[in-house]
């Protein structure tokens, strides 16, 4: 998760085979159905299979009393980023696969100026195959990581968070 990593969004060399939405439609649908993500402003601009980008953009609604970016406008776009990254992670189950926060952990390095860009990860390489052999009604939790930095690539925060992942009983 650093700044020199190539574009998430990169087009694939054919036609995806494989079931469940295109990452590009996942996108769509995660800028979408989050309304205080809207109104804050917050975009994932890139998303892969267990990684994903957002963005906060410089906007005086999303300032604290000191003139910086407020703490919970920087866990709101940590929060986008993990959240659409545990999506393409479980893509091919996606719409069978309901999860929501569970537990989150953010540490704040320092005060974050202009726009910020979070980029978060799902470590579990081994997700994908997993979520594929679940059967109905099995419950799981996964663990994604989210590092935050301002305008000048310097890290700001970073961010831990834990979804409960359920799909539904038969």
């Given at each position: 998760m650093c700044r020199s990593e190539p574009a998430l969004n990169s087009p694939s060399p054919g036609p995806d085979p494989s079931p469940g939405p295109t990452l590009e439609e996942i996108r769509t649908v995660v800028n979408d159905l989050v309304p205080f993500q809207k109104f804050a402003g917050v975009e994932v601009?890139?998303?892969?299979?267990?990684?994903?980008?957002?963005?906060?953009?410089?906007?005086?609604?999303?300032?604290?009393?000191?003139?910086?970016?407020?703490?919970?406008?920087?866990?709101?776009?940590?929060?986008a980023a993990s959240g659409a990254a545990l999506a393409g992670a479980l893509r091919e189950r996606i719409a069978e696969i309901s999860f929501v926060l569970r537990a989150s952990e953010i540490s704040y390095r320092r005060k974050a100026r202009g726009e910020i860009r979070a980029v978060a990860a799902v470590p579990d390489a081994d997700l994908p195959a997993r979520a594929a052999q679940l059967a109905p009604g099995e419950r799981f939790e996964v663990t994604t990581t989210s590092l935050l930095h301002d305008a000048e690539?310097?890290?700001?925060?970073?961010?831990?968070?834990?979804?409960?992942?359920?799909?539904?009983?038969?």
């Open positions: 601009t890139e998303i892969a299979a267990g990684r994903a980008v957002a963005t906060l953009p410089d906007s005086g609604d999303t300032l604290n009393h000191v003139g910086t970016r407020h703490a919970a406008a920087l866990f709101l776009v940590a929060e690539g310097e890290p700001v925060a970073e961010a831990a968070f834990t979804y409960h992942c359920r799909l539904p009983a038969p």
